[in-house]
């Protein structure tokens, strides 16, 4: 929630071609505690400003000669400065049909000229509280997202992002004639390193393998945590010149070096599947099939190793 200090700390730019509007409205705001303020008296400067600073409040006058407030609105709209869909200007006018025209605009509110103390004070807060508000939901709604896509223990995506990925990296796929790999993932043994290092153990070295296999593949590849030990790594857009068992062989060298562990030297190897699009499946749900039974046959065959689905020339 927000409280009085909140809204003192909102910053707010001033727009208006006559410098005794501008200080009188600067020694207004700053008695009643505002502090982060700035002015201008030059309206083809809003936008930049608004750009680089994102102002919580923009106060702006209407009648300004050159470019008047309603061309400075139009402005700010096309120049998409207000990126988080809320437009914050509260507009300035001592001409009162143009109060309903401004709001037509997209202003949320207006000040008359003469001003009154009392309403000016009264507006810019009430204005401040909603546009703080919708701050801070935005805020929220961005955290429960990334809390909807990602795994809490090692911050990776989760299935659901990854199987998003996946669709992206197959469309993409698909319209250049390329290819994407399916490397599926399952630690051995892991069963017992819980047993041995307790579940804390078991957390810390899921975290540092999530690290190792985020910095074993490329940028646009997307690493994701699918289950207890298990990781799916979808490699986008493999080139002639890669080399998939050279890829694999780094992945798996990369999880089997030995980390330290509540003071202890851990060794832990991996099993991995592998399918590729298109050789082995169109949709996300046959290469995902098709890795898991490619890995189903390495751990079959031994573990810390990895298997190529339906064994396909690739
Ligand atoms: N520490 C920790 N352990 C987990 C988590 N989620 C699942 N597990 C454990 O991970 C283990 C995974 O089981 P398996 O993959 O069947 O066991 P494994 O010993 O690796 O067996 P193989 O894959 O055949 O080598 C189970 O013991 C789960 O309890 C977690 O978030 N943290």
């Known amino acids: 929630m927000l409280d009085a200090a909140d809204i003192l700390a909102a910053s707010i730019l001033i727009v208006d ?10 020694q207004i705001l700053r ?9 201008t008296m030059d309206p083809y400067a809003v936008c930049d400003l608004h750009r680089t600073n994102r102002y919580d409040l923009i106060l702006l006058d209407l009648e300004m ?7 400075v609105m139009e402005a700010l709209k096309e120049d998409e400065a207000d990126a988080d869909g809320y437009f914050p200007i509260l507009v300035i006018t001592a001409h009162p ?14 000040i008359s000229k003469p001003f009154d103390l009392m309403e000016v004070r009264t507006r810019i807060h009430n204005m401040l509280e909603v546009r703080l508000l919708y701050k801070q939901l935005e805020h929220q709604n961005r955290a429960l997202e990334s809390l909807a896509l990602h795994d809490p223990l090692t911050g990776l995506p989760n299935r659901r992002l990854l199987m ?7 469309a993409h796929a698909r319209r250049n004639r390329g290819n994407m790999a399916v490397v599926y993932l ?16 078991g957390d ?3 975290k540092m393998v999530a690290t190792r296999l985020v910095g074993a593949v490329r940028q646009e590849d997307t690493v994701a945590r699918v289950g207890g030990d298990e990781f799916v790594i979808a490699l986008a857009e493999l080139s002639h010149g890669d080399d998939m068992e050279k890829l694999v062989s780094k992945v798996l060298q990369a999880v089997s070096k030995p980390c330290s562990i509540q003071g202890s030297s ?4 991996a099993s991995v599947g592998v399918s590729v699009y298109p050789v082995h499946g169109d949709n996300v749900e046959t290469l995902m099939k098709s890795a898991d039974l490619a890995l189903y046959e390495a751990k079959g065959a031994g573990k810390n190793d990895y298997r190529i689905s339906g064994l396909a020339e690739l």
């Open 164 to 170: 998003d990925r996946m669709a992206l990296g197959i």
């Open 186 to 201: 399952d630690l051995d043994g892991f069963k017992e390193i819980n047993d041995t290092l307790g579940h804390d153990g």
């Open 266 to 269: 851990v060794n832990v190897t």
């Open 204 to 206: 810390a070295l899921l």
């Open 31 to 39: 008695e009643a505690g505002y502090r982060r303020l700035t002015s």
């Open 17 to 26: 071609d006559q410098e005794v509007n501008v200080r009188l409205l600067e």
């Open 97 to 110: 049909d143009h109060k309903l025209r401004a709001l037509a605009s997209g202003a949320k509110d207006f």
């Open 65 to 71: 000669p050159g470019r008047d407030g309603f061309q």
